[in-house]
């Protein structure tokens, strides 16, 4: 069949013609092609963004009202199929008329009509539903706790215990975004992609938890206030807690760290315009001192110019890293002077709140100082503690004493000494000598006792021999082998000679600090002789007496001899530092010195009796040190009857002190006896070899005839309570023999007296020998026998018991018996 042709207008034609295509030829269509590639790039580029915003628009819009009715319990496909269908039957309207149109839009509008009632049941329900979970969970939520490990501690036996604590879980917020936009923009790949968290410890720092200002509409009882300050001390401890162990883990990235703490410090909070509570700012002031103790380097940090300078890396951080950690230091010191100021400056607020953290904030400084003496600043809280050593609060006085008295033993250079010491020079010389005590007493501890510059001069001996047989060695050698071995060995020894610090240098400054310690004993000797440091000045005078130049003993020697005399309410102590001053200069230098010291034997007598087993005990120690000059040092410038009065008079004092103080005295006069053969006399009970009679209460030692007594006391020690006392009293009485009846154990004859006295202490309440345990065994009891009054009463009532007895087997039941009546 062939096929059917179909004729049509022209206007039907023309339009066939206009949309029918012509074939692209290959040029064309790769032209085409790169168009589109160049189009596609400039879309994934982002050139076209007002599209990609539109779109993405349309997105969140379309995922909004999706979560929207998802969350109402409606189907979201549901509204879209009937949005569909509604589409559909618009398109079917077009193509109907009449009946068949109105009947259509009746159907369309019975089909979107729904029970109004049922779906208000259901929004109500699902919204009820919704508040219920989303309430169960913030339950849960603020219930839940987790588990955090605390840093460990290390008990007293030795083994370390780990902790816990639990707190309250807070989920990690998300950062948020700056510009609401980039939120709008970049809200698919946030849920798709990983999250970022803020760091932990920024949250404690910057102490986000801390509790608002809250007005108080209703009475708060004591109790709800102590539990509530009991809370936030707690909660500050912990804060506390991060933020050390953060900056002693990694101290060049948490630097910023420390002005958390210096805010816990201040009176008021800055951040939270709330006052600090005092265990608070103790706890913080003390927690940066422990981080500096830790941190600071031993080495003085110099300042480095980094514009000017090109420095590594590696150095360059280390630069940085020690001027930052300079200037939280001098912050912090800052705010201790500050701390200090309120109660050492005039018009200072002087509370009982303010002394407790001064002092707090003193013994910082005396740790710090302890620690780390040539460190920057160093200097400035010696001056500040200088200052606060005359302060008006005796546990601050005694904090700063012993601090002072750590650093003088420490210190090798000497430098921090004599800066301190001529602090305390100005100090003194500033307030016309009125100070307190401390600030003499703490120069006790300076090391001028153990110098002795004879060992000096014998190094410097040492070290030139060591040089001059090197120098021969190489000269003289012709074995290699040997003379490498011994090249070796003297190299080795000059180097440990050479490695001691100069000797010049600490020579005279060893020189200056003596100096200026004399200038302010006899500063205060010749200008206040009645100040109430005197005391302090002349311990200090006995203590050093063996440095003092020959030029000032004369004068001295006068100068002690008017305060012993004039002075009349001058203390026994004072008046045996005294005379312990006197023989320390008489038994060294100063024999040269023409000089009669029986007026000082007299005062020593006079004083010997005034110590006792009391509180003044422990001074019993100058009348130790005294003895060994009187006695040992200077027995032959004595005469015989000065030395058995005060053998005589030592052993009589012997019985009012404790056993420790006893075994001194026996130590000192068993000394004697083995050093001089006169005291046998004392031994000896016949009164007829001396002449005269014993007067034990004149204080002439020359005149008390004590040749004419013996040793009686020696019987009462021997009964002692102590068994070490018993022993050296038996061994005295038999004459100190080395061995044989009555000899010591090599143990106890060995032992000075100074040593029986402080290894027999026993104020620690620890008794040597220690005492043995009673042994175990039953009591047996004892019968008691019966005592009367009457002899035959014990006949008598026995009689009455037989006859009661056999009238009762007779038939009377109840036994009564008169014994008055009967024994009458």
Not at 401 to 407: A, G, H, I, P
Not at 566 to 578: K, W
Not at 583 to 595: C, P, W
Not at 630 to 647: D, T, Y
Request: glycine share 4%; charged share 30%.
């Amino acid at each position: 069949m062939g096929a059917k042709k179909v004729k049509i207008s022209s206007v039907k034609r023309a339009a066939h013609l206009k949309s029918k295509k012509t074939p692209l030829s290959k040029q064309q269509q790769q032209k085409q092609k790169q168009k589109r590639d160049q189009l596609s790039s400039k879309r994934e580029q982002g050139q076209n963004i007002f599209s990609q915003k539109a779109r993405k628009r349309d997105n969140l819009a379309q995922r909004k009202k999706y979560n929207k009715l998802a969350s109402l319990g409606l189907d979201p496909l549901e509204e879209d199929n009937e949005d569909g269908d509604d589409q559909m039957l618009d398109n079917v309207a077009d193509m109907l008329d009449g009946d068949d149109l109105a009947l259509l839009h009746a159907n369309k509008r019975k089909r979107k009509a729904k029970p109004t009632s049922e779906a208000d049941e259901d929004l109500g329900q699902s919204i009820g539903l919704e508040k219920a979970y989303a309430s169960d969970t913030k339950k849960e939520q603020a219930a839940q706790k987790i588990k955090l490990d605390l840093l460990p501690i290390k008990s007293r036996d030795g083994q370390i215990i780990t902790r816990t604590t639990e707190v309250d879980y807070l989920p990690k917020p998300k950062q948020k975004k700056k510009n609401e936009e980039e939120e709008e923009e970049d809200s698919e790949e946030v849920e798709e992609g990983e999250t970022e968290y803020e760091d932990s410890d920024d949250d404690v720092v910057n102490d986000v938890e801390a509790p608002s200002a809250v007005p108080v509409q209703k009475l708060i009882s004591t109790t709800d206030l102590l539990i509530a300050r009991q809370q936030e001390i707690e909660r500050q401890k912990y804060r506390i807690g991060i933020i050390c162990s953060g900056l002693l883990e990694k101290p060049e990235d948490k630097m910023r760290n420390f002005h958390a703490l210096y805010e816990l410090m201040d009176e008021i909070n800055p951040a939270s315009r709330q006052a600090n509570l005092m265990a608070v700012r103790k706890l913080a002031i003390i927690s940066v001192t422990e981080i500096f103790k830790d941190i600071l380097p031993e080495y003085r940090v110099g300042q480095v110019d980094t514009k000017m300078q090109t420095l590594r890396k590696a150095t360059l951080d280390r630069v940085t890293f020690e001027n930052a950690l300079l200037q939280q230091f001098k912050k912090f010191l800052q705010k201790l002077e500050q701390i200090t100021a309120q109660v050492n400056r005039r018009g200072g607020l002087r509370t009982p709140q303010t002394v407790k953290l001064a002092t707090v904030a003193v013994q910082c400084m005396c740790d710090l100082l302890v620690a780390h003496p040539y460190f920057n600043y160093v200097q400035n809280i010696a001056q500040l503690l200088v200052y606060m050593l005359n302060c008006n609060y005796l546990e601050m006085r005694t904090a700063v004493n012993q601090c002072f008295r750590t650093v003088f033993s420490n210190d090798k250079r000497l430098e921090m000494t004599l800066f301190i010491v001529r602090r305390i020079n100005h100090l003194i010389k500033t307030k016309q000598n009125n100070v307190h005590v401390e600030c003499i007493t703490c120069l006790m501890g300076l090391k001028i006792k153990n110098v002795n510059l004879d060992a000096e001069k014998e190094n410097e001996l040492k070290q030139k021999k060591l040089e001059s047989h090197r120098q021969r060695l190489l000269s003289l050698s012709k074995k290699e082998r040997k003379r490498r071995k011994k090249l070796t060995e003297v190299n080795r020894e000059l180097e440990e000679t050479r490695a001691e610090e100069n000797k010049q240098d600490k020579h005279q400054k060893l020189t200056e600090i003596i100096k200026m310690v004399f200038t302010i004993y006899f500063r205060v000797l010749k200008n206040d002789p009645t100040s109430r440091v005197l005391s302090a000045i002349l311990e200090g005078l006995a203590e050093f007496a063996h440095v003092i130049n020959l030029e000032f003993f004369s004068d001295l020697i006068d100068v002690l001899n008017r305060i012993l005399e004039d002075q009349e309410e001058l203390g026994y102590r004072e008046r045996l530092h005294c005379v312990q001053t006197i023989f320390v200069i008489l038994s060294g230098q100063g024999e040269v010195l023409n000089i009669d010291p029986i007026r000082f034997y007299q005062h020593f007598y006079r004083n010997m009796l005034a110590v006792q087993a009391g509180k003044n005990h422990d001074d019993f120690t100058i009348i130790l040190r005294t003895l060994d000059e009187v006695l040992v040092k200077r027995r032959r410038n004595m005469s015989q009857q000065r030395l058995m009065a005060f053998v005589k008079r030592l052993l009589t004092g012997s019985l009012h002190l404790l056993h420790n103080g006893t075994l001194a005295t026996l130590g000192t006069i068993k000394q004697t006896f083995q050093l001089t053969s006169v005291l046998d006399n004392l031994l000896d009970t016949d009164t007829s070899i001396g002449s005269g009679r014993y007067d034990p209460e004149l204080d002439d030692p020359e005149y008390c005839n004590a040749a004419s007594t013996a040793l009686y006391e020696l019987a009462l020690l021997a009964r002692h309570y102590h068994p070490t006392v018993r022993r050296m009293a038996v061994h005295i009485a038999h004459g100190v023999p080395a061995s044989g009846e009555g000899a010591l154990p090599t143990e106890i004859g060995k032992l000075t007296s100074h040593e029986l006295f402080t290894q027999y202490d026993s104020t620690q309440m620890a008794f040597n020998p220690t005492i043995p345990l009673p042994k175990a065994g039953q009591a047996k009891l004892k019968k008691g026998k019966h005592l009367y009054i009457r002899s035959d009463f014990k006949q008598e009532y026995g009689k009455l018991l037989r006859d009661a007895k056999v009238s009762q087997k007779k038939g009377k039941h109840n036994l009564q018996i008169d014994f008055f009546s009967a024994l009458q």
